[in-house]
T-cell receptor
Framework: NAGVTQTPKFRVLKTGQSMTLLCAQDMNHEYMYWYRQDPGMGLRLIHY???????AKGEVPDGYNVSRLKKQNFLLGLESAAPSQTSVYFC????????????????FGEGSRLTVL | AQTVTQSQPEMSVQEAETVTLSCTYDTSESDYYLFWYKQPPSRQMILVIR??????QNATENRFSVNFQKAAKSFSLKISDSQLGDAAMYFC????????????FGKGTLLTVNP
């Protein structure tokens, strides 16, 4: 009963370093998302995917790249980390909007806290 | 662009009392969904309640209910018989119908429950 799993849960980087956050879901969801959460800002959409092999930019995509090579996985990459990318990152997934049982609900992972020094 | 506004950064309530969290939104769409998500200290985002815009009846889930005023673009959450476990950050969110990927969140309201 894993749902949405994010790894790692915590990471500290130095400015300029690169890293990848992995999101895996076992619910066969078509749609996957990466959000960042900052104090007083709510959750903001970074990138999303509407299916395997597809990605699209969200509200705050700069400095991030994503890939969806497999339906169950959605990777978020930081090529050259900056202190402004210190945040808590959430992955989420949902059913295809065309699915009859779709309620619009997003299923979230537990978050990954990233600190860039 | 759609916006979601939660005007109360923090709220507090006594255990067993009732509290209402406010949310307003701005949209020109007629087909949309509204949600309240709860984020306890564990950080896990949990769906509390959802409302389809085409439904006039207010959604209810046990002690949680909403007051959906479509014309006023208002979507408040009422928590009855508040419990210590209700303490969390609450986010209001908007989703345009037919597009299952542009969920817009408000900035959140931190709810404290006092024993």
């Amino acid at each position: 009963n894993a749902g949405v799993t994010q790894t790692p849960k915590f990471r500290v980087l130095k400015t300029g370093q690169s890293m990848t956050l992995l999101c895996a879901q076992d619910m066969n969801h078509e749609y996957m998302y990466w959000y960042r959460q900052d104090p007083g800002m709510g959750l903001r959409l970074i990138h999303y995917s509407v299916g395997e092999g597809t990605t699209a930019k969200g509200e705050v995509p700069d400095g991030y790249n994503v890939s969806r090579l497999k339906k169950q996985n959605f990777l978020l990459g930081l090529e050259s980390a900056a202190p402004s990318q210190t945040s808590v990152y959430f992955c989420a997934s949902s059913l295809d909007v065309q699915t009859g049982s779709n309620t619009g609900e997003l299923f979230f992972g537990e978050g990954s806290r990233l600190t860039v020094l | 662009a759609q916006t979601v506004t939660q005007s109360q950064p923090e709220m507090s309530v006594q255990e067993a009392e009732t509290v209402t969290l406010s949310c307003t939104y701005d949209t020109s769409e007629s087909d949309y969904y509204l949600f309240w998500y709860k984020q306890p200290p564990s950080r896990q985002m949990i769906l509390v309640i959802r409302q389809e815009a085409y439904k006039q009846q207010n959604a209810t889930e046990n002690r949680f209910s909403v007051n959906f005023q479509k014309a006023a673009k208002s979507f408040s959450l009422k928590i009855s018989d508040s419990q210590l476990g209700d303490a969390a950050m609450y986010f209001c969110a908007y989703l345009r119908g037919g597009s299952n990927y542009k969920l817009t969140f408000g900035k959140g309201t931190l709810l404290t429950v006092n024993p």
